[in-house]
């Protein structure tokens, strides 16, 4: 009787401690995080979101290392769908990584992505937040969605905005405050 009373505050304890993170901002996870940079990702002059990039160590212009924690913030300016983010996120990460990514890993990532996004509307933020030797967590709104840890799906999702061969070198340029919007 006792150890089942024990066993049930246990698990309460648990619980309680796990919706805590749940509820959490992204800004409880970077708490010095400061504005970097910033710019409109626009595909045929069309606006499709506004983003923003937050560091608590770094600085502008400084050049964006693997054990340095950030955010990258997305707020949308128009509809997209979930697997529309997924599909778009899939194969940007295909375009920039080496051969070595097999179709077992790609499916994973696909599936990690599929948690961590929503439909989005006019509006919405999702948030990714990279904490080195741990992997991205995914908020949306003010909200904790969906965790991956995995180092190498963070590196791969990121390298999105911030590989020297992504698809948008100005924004990239703006997020890292090398360049005004």
Not at 6 to 33: G, K, N
Not at 49 to 56: I, V
Not at 121 to 138: L, M, N, Q, S
Request: aromatic fraction near 12%; include cysteine; glycine fraction near 6%.
């Amino acid at each position: 009787m006792l150890t089942d009373r024990l066993s049930c505050r246990v698990i309460c304890l648990v619980l309680m401690l796990q919706s805590a993170e749940l509820f959490a901002d992204w800004r409880e996870v970077l708490p010095d995080a400061r504005l970097l940079g910033s710019g409109d990702m626009r595909v045929f002059g069309f606006s499709i979101y506004s983003a923003q990039f937050w560091s608590p160590s770094l600085i502008v212009g400084q050049p964006l290392g693997a054990d340095v924690p950030f955010a990258l913030e997305l707020t949308y300016n128009r509809a997209v769908s979930r697997d529309d983010l997924v599909e778009a996120s899939i194969k940007e990460i295909r375009r920039l990584s080496s051969n070595s990514l097999n179709s077992r890993r790609m499916a994973r990532w696909e599936w990690e992505m599929q948690q961590a996004f929503v439909d989005v509307r006019a509006g919405d933020r999702i948030t990714g937040v990279y904490k080195p030797g741990e992997g991205v967590r995914f908020y949306v709104g003010e909200n904790l969605q969906h965790v991956v840890r995995d180092e190498a799906f963070a590196k791969a999702f990121f390298a999105i905005w911030f590989d020297p061969r992504t698809r948008n070198p100005e924004l990239r340029a703006q997020l890292l405050g090398a360049a005004k919007p």
